[in-house]
């Protein structure tokens, strides 16, 4: 089946814009994560759904990010206000539940000029 | 502060050599420790993963060696293959009630030499 995927692959914006980045879980993964990836590092947890609800949105860097995840499928991570120390690669992943594989969608390229 | 700390940077190997990547962490909370490969352009993916109730896992031509005692755990690439550069993470979580925390090192980049 489909893996996970992420739109758009690349974005680029301005700074004190406000982006959205889609992701598509694999269909019946209940967990849902989003990691930040700078360059040359590990990817840095953001926040981690079961079903709707947020468990752990304990990665969030400040209020300029937010997440949701409304019928416990597809998720939109939200950026207000963008700062150039946004950019980066933003991974989504998803799981069966939380104490399984969680399988890496390919990621959204975040460039805040 | 880097919850867990991965050793070396980057790894030039002859092929079939033997290719090895430490990690060290400090939380003895951490109950699972996973493995990920990954090539440029993709997200990472799963290689090999190991709970602390073993010291040693193995997966064709991949090991996990993990010493409890000194909270650090490698992974070893036996016959190293062109096909095995990428870059490898290790990663740290546990998985506990209220959430599932992933903590990862910085990478380590691997060019295996035909």
């Known amino acids: 089946g489909a893996g996970v995927s992420q739109t758009p692959s690349n974005k680029v914006t301005e700074k004190g814009k406000y982006v959205e980045l889609r992701c598509d879980p694999i269909s019946g993964h209940t967990a849902l994560y989003w990691y930040r990836q700078s360059l040359g590092q590990g990817p840095e947890f953001l926040i981690y759904f079961q079903g709707t609800g947020a468990a752990d949105d304990s990665g969030l860097p400040n209020d300029r990010f937010f997440a949701v995840r409304p019928e416990g499928s597809v998720s939109t991570l939200k950026i207000q206000r963008t700062e150039r120390g946004d950019s980066a690669v933003y991974l989504c992943?998803?799981?069966?539940?939380?104490?399984?594989?969680?399988?890496f969608g390919p990621g959204t390229r975040l460039t805040v000029l | 502060q880097q919850q867990v700390k991965q050793s070396p940077q980057s790894l030039i190997v002859q092929k079939g050599g033997i290719s090895i990547i430490n990690c060290a962490y400090e939380?003895?909370?951490?109950?699972?420790f996973p493995w990920y490969q990954q090539f440029p352009g993709k997200g990472p993916a799963l290689l090999i993963a190991i709970r602390p109730d073993v010291s040693e896992k193995k997966e064709g031509r991949f090991t996990i060696s993990f010493n409890k005692s000194a909270k650090q755990f490698s992974l070893h690439i036996m016959d190293s293959q062109p096909g095995d550069s990428a870059t490898y993470f290790c990663a740290a979580a546990t998985m506990r009630v209220t959430g599932n925390q992933f903590y990862f090192g910085t990478g380590t980049s691997l060019t295996v030499i035909p």
């Open positions: 939380n003895t909370a951490f109950d699972y």
């Open positions: 992943a998803s799981s069966l539940s939380r104490h399984n594989e969680q399988f």
